[in-house]
Each structure stands twice: as structure tokens, then as C-alpha cells.
């Protein structure tokens, strides 16, 4: 069962704000000083730029410099809120659409007036979700128009074009780019694609703008593996990664799965680092949607890395040759590795194909699946090179192909019971 663990004291700038499993309502998050009057569309966007905020999709794109290519391409602009949560270890969107809708729209409502749009999207996947933003939709008042869009629960779906391919009646699917959705997106106006964590955090901003830099430099992370139940949290950044993996029950991680699927391993040196997006990139991978997988020290990389190649090839939507044949390869070679059954070529082969493919499909999910495998061989080397003599007995245990992919996968938080070593991280600090 996940588990959540709430800001103590409570700061205003806290995306956590409300109980789990409980939905705010709109007394109450008024009462946070939400849907109040803000300083003004260019205000708020000299804050956003001020306080760095990027987005919490995973990209890490500045939100500032988004926001203001859609506003400059004129026309009727379009805003989505995107809370379609397609990697399998991550629950913040889904928690926030459930809980804290408000905090959501509001955020949505002040993209719109920043960028001039006359029309918004709460798109997503999860029923409940979607029941909680339609509540939360006829408690407020309806300045702007929204729709709520359901799709089904894909990797890809919550890819940018995917979103507006969806909205305007297709399959949930990427396109190639150019044209981005800022300058061609739903019904050809240009249309803001926003993660909902990010939107909530500019909802924030716009209400405690004195408090700019600790909402940007927060984040949800959702932590799993180990032996551990999954943990939703916030954290300052700068966070080691040792004590996140303390807190969340792995205190002697052997490393861990990062970003999701889109950061790849790192070992047990490399939980030194602080949950920092520049820190992580520098050092080769990434924080991504926040989505961290600790490994236990019994664990074996090479399996985490198939059960990951695998989800990825199973997601694949199949639609750009090099995707189809490139996570196949890499899942069939991955899970050879596992199965101890791989020839002595396999790693020459992963190497090529993890500096080859990125790039080349419609979406990331090819480069995830790259990226993973190359991880793999820069920070393993070692276990790679035994499993060519045979499995190890984590991977005897329980081979690739068997369901080990479904361990990837955190359930949506229900409860406020955490861990009691979770109260030793870090609480976010209001200042400005
Ligand atoms: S890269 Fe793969 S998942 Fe992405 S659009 Fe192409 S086929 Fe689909």
C-alpha cells in the first residue's frame, strides 16, 4: 500500500496540502488563500521567471518561457491541465487531481490568463480523478471554460502531441515535431500542455508570490522498491538521495531506478547526489516526474533493468519502425542478460543501440528504453559481465517475462499513515 507523508508544520507553499483520500473543497482551499486576486498576468510571470520554476512533467522545462511562447504566438490560445500519468512509478498527479483539484484549476485559470486563452482541458485517465474534477468543476466559479477529457492509461498518452491528438477526437498517440503544440496544437491554436504538479505550483505562486522560491524549488516524489511500501512525499531540493532512500525504508540501497523510467541507474555511490535537476543531469541522469525506484542490496540491477525494457516495450505504440524493432531488441537482449542465456556480443550490441536510437522515435519512450540500457552498462559493468557466465540468483528467482514488470508499478496513496522515518527528511521552509 502507498503511503503519504504531509508537510509538518504545514507551509503554505506545500503542494501536500490536504488529507489523502480526502478531496479539498472549495471553503477550504479558498481558505488557502486560493482563487483569490493576483497581481496580474505579467506579475505572475516575472515571478514564475524569478523563482526558476520548471515543469514537473518530467522534461523540466522552464515554465516561465513556455508559458510566454504560447501567449506571444497570439490567436485564441488553449490551456490543458495534463494529469495523464503514464509512468508506472509515479502516483503525484494522480494523488493531486484527487485531492487537491482545486489547487489544479486554479492554476489552469491563471495559465489561461497569462497566455490570453479562452478555453481549457483537464485531460487524464484515472475514473476517480476524473469523477473528484468534475465536483470540483460545479463548486467553482466557471470564469473559464473547461472540459474534462478521458483517455486510457498509456506510456505515451500523456506525451504533449499525444494530449492534443486526443483532445481533438484522435488516438492518444505522439506526432512528429515540429509543429509543438505551443504553436499548432488543439483545433491549430497554440496550446499550453501543462503537467498538473506544475500548474498547481503556479496556483501557489500566484497566492504566496513571497514564497516564489520554496514553491519552485520543491518537488512531489513518489519513492518505491526496496522492501519498502511506496512513499508520496515533498522535498526541498538538495535532498540527498542517501536520506530519501532512508526515509523511505532502503537505507543500504545498492542505487536506484531514476525519473522513472527516464533517468536509468545509478549505483549506490551515486545516492550521494542531491535531488537537484541540474546536479542529476550533470551526473547522467535525471529527476524526471520525481518517480524514484531504490534498489534493495539484494536486488539485482540487471533484473530491474529488464522488468523496466520490458514495460517499455510493451508500451510502445508501435507506430515508428525504429521504436518497434529498437525496444525489441533491447528488451530480448536485456532479459537474455537476465536469463544468464545472452552471447558474448550482447553488451557491444546494448552499447550501440543506447548511443544509436535516442532521438529517433516520435516520443522519449525509444530514448527511455536507450537509456536504460546504456545506465545499465556504464554503472554495472561488472554484474553485466557475470550474467554472461549465468543468472545471478535474483534473476534465477524470478526471470524476466514472468510479471517482475508489474513490481514497477505504485499504487495511488489512500492513507496519511507514514513511515515514522519520514519524519526525519526535510520540511519545506517558506521563504521567499
Ligand atoms: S517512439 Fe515508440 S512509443 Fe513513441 S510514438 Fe514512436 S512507436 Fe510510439
Known sequence: MTTIRLPTPRCPGSVLGAAPGVTESVEAYRATGGYADTPGPEALLRHLAASGLRGRGGAGFPAAVKLRAVRDRGGAPVVVANGEEGE?????????????????????????????????????????????????LAEREPHLP??????????????????????????????????????????????????????????????HPDLRRTIARSTLVTLSGGNADPVLTEVPYGVPLRTLAAAHGTPEAAGALMGG?????IDARALDLPLEPDALAAAGTALGCGAIRFLAADACPVGTAADAVGHLADESARQCGVCVSGTTAIRDTVHAL???????????????????LPGRGACGLLDA????????????????????????????????????????????????????????????????
Open 88 to 136: 508506472p512509478g509515479s502516483v503525484k498527479d494522480r494523488w493531486l487531481l484527487r485531492a487537491r483539484p482545486h489547487l489544479v484549476l486554479d492554476g489552469l485559470a491563471h495559465a489561461a490568463a497569462v497566455t490570453g486563452a479562452v478555453r481549457g482541458y483537464v485531460y487524464l485517465s484515472d475514473p476517480e480523478a476524473a469523477a473528484r474534477v468534475r465536483g470540483a
Open 146 to 207: 473547461v472540459d474534462v477529457v478521458e483517455t486510457a492509461r498509456t506510456y505515451v498518452a500523456g506525451e504533449e502531441s499525444a494530449v492534443v491528438r486526443r483532445i481533438d477526437g484522435g488516438p492518444a498517440l505522439p506526432t512528429a515535431k515540429p509543429p509543438r503544440p505551443f504553436e499548432r496544437g488543439v483545433g491549430g491554436a497554440p496550446t499550453l500542455v501543462s503537467n498538473v504538479e506544475t500548474l498547481a505550483r503556479i496556483a501557489l505562486t500566484a497566492a
Open 261 to 265: 523510467l527516464f533517468g536509468g541507474l
Open 338 to 356: 537476465a536469463a544468464g542465456t545472452a552471447g558474448p556480443e550482447a553488451p557491444d550490441r546494448l552499447e550501440r543501440w543506447s548511443q544509436g
Open 369 to 432: 528504453a536507450a537509456a536504460t540500457a546504456g545506465s545499465l552498462l556504464r554503472t554495472f559493468p561488472e554484474l553485466v559481465r557475470s550474467h554472461l557466465r549465468g543468472p545471478c540468483p535474483d534473476c534465477a528467482a524470478g526471470p524476466p517475462g514472468d510479471g517482475r514488470g508489474r513490481r514497477l508499478v505504485v499504487a495511488v496513496p489512500e492513507v496519511a499513515d507514514a513511515p515514522a522515518s519520514l519524519t526525519r527528511l526535510p520540511v519545506l521552509k517558506g521563504t521567499p
